[in-house]
């Protein structure tokens, strides 16, 4: 039998494509704004950059050094690096990919429909224009049917990517992706700003104000920390898979520092994409409309434009979709590979068609679930939906929550305190310094305090934060 061969990324920027890809995704432009508005705007920033230098920076080095020290699927590289704890790291950074998938999905489907709706308006077939954001959008969540094929079509889209392997299928499409996507936010973030009243949105965002740290400082750590993580894509596999393709000679340190940068850039933006846009047109308490925000604001910004309108419409969820695609494919890639990879240590030649589309197939089971929910609009029913949770009671609360809310941060504690306190940092310094890239004592010592003290103790408040948000536990 033919020996299995593991793939590996063509080049460092197809790696850093594929990489910021995978972080640049709905976490930026669906979450990062919204969040932002539901926890005082500036004062949300300033934490969420701290916890990016701090604990993102640290966290991302760790990640990419155990995947490519392990060199295969997450639970593997967590299992020879960490030994007996990598068993359970590796389970949670498997439950979160295949979680969040079950929403990131239908996420990426509502822009689907978008994309469809603004070219209808440009064709004369249908006039989205007549009817308000929030309209249109509700009427979407209550069509279970067009709700789950277009969950269906975007995950098809997902294997079409998947099933041609790391160079050839992930690598090349980030390559195009990437920098369509910054082109077409850089147009939206042009009308948003323009728009009359949008410097009041600019205002929230970068004014300082710290008052709502003063009010609940842990809320808004938790939900910084949360949308971190999210955003970054730490904790969720990813960047551990992803490091397993990479060559001994790339600089670990150089890559963890442009995928956090990059990935914070697009945040920030799509931050005054949406936020100017919600405050022109919605008023000063537009930017507490939650997960719902893109999808109605900013088609009522599109609504706004006139004969322009549908083109602008088309371009903003063309590049939602790309962000979104290049995430989910990164999140399903990390559970191919570790079938894949199961296989091949059974033994067993694998069929990368056969496994990416198998995969596919249960992460669109799941994915019906919370498509046919819309967002609560559909009357199912829905665990804790009696905790009176902040952001609602929906399919997607709960899954977030598990995911985002318990399996990252507790991953990323676990973890920091194996390696700061167990295995000890020095294996991350050992295989930073392969390849001639030698890791400054200074760096080493900032990493030391960031792993064994900065990263557990806000892992554990975020971790905390998440839990009592969800679980409506009171403040005082």
């Avoid at 539901?38 to 701090?54: C, D, E, K, S, T």
């Avoid at 989910?328 to 091949?344: G, H, P």
């Avoid at 305190?417 to 080493?444: A, F, N, R, T």
Wanted: aromatic content about 12%; some cysteine.
């Amino acid at each position: 039998m033919e020996k299995h061969q593991r793939g590996q990324w063509g080049s460092n920027l197809g790696f850093l494509m594929a990489t910021v890809g995978a972080a640049v995704g709905l976490g930026n432009i669906w979450s990062f704004p919204y969040r932002m508005g539901a926890n005082g705007g500036f004062p949300f920033l300033v934490i969420y950059l701290a916890l990016a230098i701090l604990v993102g920076f640290t966290i991302m080095l760790c990640e990419l050094s155990i995947g490519r020290k392990g060199g295969g699927s997450v639970l593997h590289s967590y299992q020879r690096v960490t030994g007996k704890t990598g068993t359970l790291l590796g389970f949670l950074a498997l439950l979160s990919p295949f979680l969040i998938l079950s929403f990131y999905t239908v996420l990426g489907a509502y822009c689907v429909q978008y994309v469809g709706l603004n070219f209808a308006e440009l064709l004369g077939i249908f006039s989205l224009s007549s009817v308000s954001g929030a309209e249109s959008f509700g009427t979407m969540l209550t069509n279970q049917p067009l709700a789950i094929g277009s969950t269906f079509f975007f995950i098809a889209l997902c294997f079409l990517i998947i099933r041609g392997g790391i160079k050839d299928g992930i690598e090349k499409f980030n390559r195009v992706g990437m920098p369509a996507l910054f082109i077409m936010l850089v147009i939206v973030i042009i009308r948003a700003v323009t728009l009359p009243g949008a410097m009041d949105g600019l205002k929230f965002m970068f004014a300082p104000n710290f008052e709502p740290i003063k009010n609940d400082f842990i809320g808004v750590l938790s939900a910084a920390g949360g949308q971190m993580f999210f955003s970054l894509s730490l904790a969720m596999g990813i960047t551990v898979t992803y490091g397993s393709y990479l060559s001994k000679k790339e600089s670990l340190v150089k890559n963890s520092l442009l995928i956090i940068v990059s990935d914070t850039i697009v945040a920030v933006l799509a931050g005054m994409a949406v936020l100017p846009a919600a405050f022109a047109l919605g008023g000063e308490n537009a930017h507490l409309s939650g997960p719902k925000l893109l999808f109605i604001t900013l088609q009522d910004v599109f609504n706004s434009m006139g004969p322009f309108g549908p083109i602008f419409g088309i371009l903003f969820f063309l590049f939602v979709v790309l962000a979104a695609v290049t995430s989910a494919i990164a999140l399903t890639e990390v559970l191919v590979t570790f079938v894949i990879d199961q296989r091949v240590a059974k033994g067993k030649q694998p069929n990368r068609n056969m496994v990416v589309a198998a995969v596919c197939l249960v992460l669109f089971a799941e994915a019906a679930l919370v498509a046919a929910d819309g967002l609560g609009s559909n009357g199912l029913w829905i665990p804790f939906h009696e905790t009176g949770r902040k952001l609602g009671s929906t399919w997607l609360d709960f899954m977030d929550f598990i995911s985002e809310g318990v399996a990252m941060p507790l991953g990323a504690l676990i973890m920091s305190l194996v390696i700061g306190w167990v295995v000890g940092p020095k294996v991350i310094q050992d295989e930073v310094s392969l390849g001639g890239q030698q890791m400054s004592s200074s760096l080493y010592s900032f990493f030391k305090v960031c792993i064994r003290f900065i990263a557990p103790i806000a892992m554990a408040f975020i971790l905390y934060g998440q839990v009592r948000d969800f679980m409506a536990i009171p403040t005082a």
